[in-house]
């Protein structure tokens, strides 16, 4: 099966403007999930889809970010404005199950550097 | 709130030779656990889990790890180490339920080099 695919794997953008990234889960799962790791620091959770709907977003930082499940295949999250400390890579993962022992799938990540 | 803390950032250790990368955990009643690694430029790969039971797991390529619940610890373990298992590895934790049961909490990664 194909794996979660993440779009795109380097973004370079100025402070102030907007990025919008992309993650296509394993197909068939409904779970979706967003994370992000800041340089040197842990990995941290952003929020849960399950289908279309958004099942838990308390880790999303501020209303600058914006995630979406439109149909409840693809997600989208976007920055806008970004700005500098937003650099880092963002991990998307799916799981078939919204169980808490259901291993999750992550895609490589989108590098995000904001200048 | 759950926690995760990997005490070392970096384990070096020679091919052949057992490895072990520490994990200690917080976190409200009982734990899922998981380790996870990563290779450069690559996402996580789901190594193994402890969901209840056997407190030894044994997972891909040869890794197990030993849950503790009375130290709170989740170390990663292997026998013999190969120059191939050098990566990134993530230890994470969530509670079995309440409040965050779908998040993962990952502690900080620590990275293996296996020498030649």
């Known amino acids: 099966e194909a794996g979660v695919t993440q779009f795109p794997s380097h973004s370079v953008i100025e402070k102030g403007q907007t990025v919008t990234l992309r993650c296509d889960p394993i197909?068939?799962?409904?779970?979706l999930y967003w994370y992000r790791r800041v340089m040197g620091k842990e990995i941290k959770f952003l929020l849960h889809?399950?289908?279309?709907?958004?099942?838990?977003e308390s880790g999303m930082p501020n209303n600058r970010f914006l995630a979406e499940r439109t149909g409840g295949t693809y997600s989208t999250l976007k920055v806008q404005p970004a700005e500098l400390e937003d650099s880092g890579v963002y991990f998307c993962?799916?799981?078939?199950?919204?169980?808490?022992?259901?291993?999750?799938?992550f895609g490589n990540g989108t590098r995000l550097t904001v200048t | 709130a759950q926690s995760v803390a990997q005490p070392e950032d970096q384990v070096n250790v020679a091919e052949g030779n057992p490895l072990t990368v520490k994990c200690t955990y917080s976190?409200?009643?009982?734990?899922?656990l998981f380790w996870y690694v990563q290779y450069p430029n690559r996402g996580l790969q789901f190594l193994l889990k402890?969901?209840?039971?056997?407190?030894l797991v044994k997972g891909s390529y040869g890794f197990e790890a030993e849950f503790n619940k009375s130290q709170t610890s989740f170390h990663l373990k292997k026998p013999s180490a190969l120059v191939s298992d050098s990566a990134l590895y993530f230890c994470?934790?969530?509670?079995?339920?309440?409040?965050?049961?779908?998040?993962?909490?990952f502690g900080k990664g620590t990275k293996l080099s296996v020498i030649p």
């Open positions: 993962a799916s799981s078939q199950e919204g169980t808490g022992f259901s291993p999750l799938h």
């Open positions: 197909s068939g799962h409904d779970n």
């Open positions: 889809f399950v289908k279309e709907s958004k099942q838990d």
């Open positions: 976190v409200s009643g009982n734990p899922y």
């Open positions: 402890y969901i209840t039971g056997d407190n």
């Open positions: 994470a934790v969530r509670p079995h339920s309440g409040a965050g049961s779908y998040q993962l909490t």
